[in-house]
Antibody, heavy 118, light 109 residues
Framework: QVQLQESGPGLVKPSETLSLTCAVSGYSISSGYYWGWIRQPPGKGLEWIGIIYHSGITYYNPSLKSRVTMSVDTSKNQFSLKLSFVTASDTAVYYC???????????WGQGTLVTVSS | EIVMTQSPATLSVSPGERASLSCRAS??????LAWYQQKPGQAPRLLIYGASTRPTGIPARFSGSGSGTEFTLTIRSLQSEDFAVYYCHQYNNWPPVYTFGQGTKLEIK
């Protein structure tokens, strides 16, 4: 059973960098698939942030590209998200996810709320 | 960017009846479309991928149809646990710029 678990600070100050990690169990990231991040502001819809392959290839949402960095650590079977220069509009539940065979998201983490506030 | 538009924003249906949710793409996404169900406080759950394929474990009362720019999620014989928010998601681009619809809330009538 594939499981994903987000971790990281729940509160980030404006202009600082949001950092989250997703630990994967039940599947080796090195075996394939794209792994990514999706966020959901409180009471709103889903926004795709980007994806990463085990080789380190990344693809980002153009609207966030200048502030987003994703990385992968295959030795720890985890991948990470950094979002710089955050503002209140970056407050959201952040989900890590696996994009399956067809690129639909077949596994999701439980989500972690990150609030941007001073 | 491909814009996904879902309608209606809210749909009120009685238990046991059928619900039809619509998703329209601003340009063709072929059959590269998924549907997710999200309940309060939970992560979304994949219901349909490839526009019409159900993953293992998804009840047969959920069905998807369409291709190109027009898609429909149909839920037959609504159960109490089906009342939730539903999102469509296109994954057609390469390089990927994936987008979601704004969601349809399915509520009990």
């Amino acid at each position: 059973q594939v499981q994903l678990q987000e971790s990281g600070p729940g509160l980030v100050k404006p202009s600082e960098t949001l950092s989250l990690t997703c630990a994967v169990s039940g599947y080796s990231i090195s075996s394939g698939y794209y792994w990514g991040w999706i966020r959901q502001p409180p009471g709103k819809g889903l926004e795709w942030i980007g994806i990463i392959y085990h080789s380190g290839i990344t693809y980002y949402n153009p609207s966030l590209k200048s502030r987003v960095t994703m990385s992968v650590d295959t030795s720890k079977n985890q991948f990470s998200l950094k979002l710089s220069f955050v503002t209140a509009s970056d407050t959201a539940v952040y989900y890590c996810a696996r994009h399956g065979d067809t690129a639909a998201v077949d596994y999701w983490g439980q989500g972690t709320l990150v609030t941007v506030s001073s | 960017e491909i814009v996904m538009t879902q309608s209606p924003a809210t749909l009120s249906v009685s238990p046991g009846e059928r619900a039809s949710l619509s998703c329209r793409a601003s340009q063709s996404v072929s059959s590269n479309l998924a549907w997710y169900q999200q309940k309060p406080g939970q992560a979304p759950r994949l219901l349909i991928y490839g526009a019409s394929t159900r993953p293992t474990g998804i009840p047969a009362r959920f069905s998807g149809s369409g291709s190109g720019t027009e898609f429909t999620l149909t839920i037959r014989s609504l159960q109490s646990e089906d009342f939730a928010v539903y999102y469509c998601h296109q994954y057609n681009n390469w390089p990927p710029v994936y987008t979601f619809g704004q969601g349809t809330k399915l509520e009990i009538k």
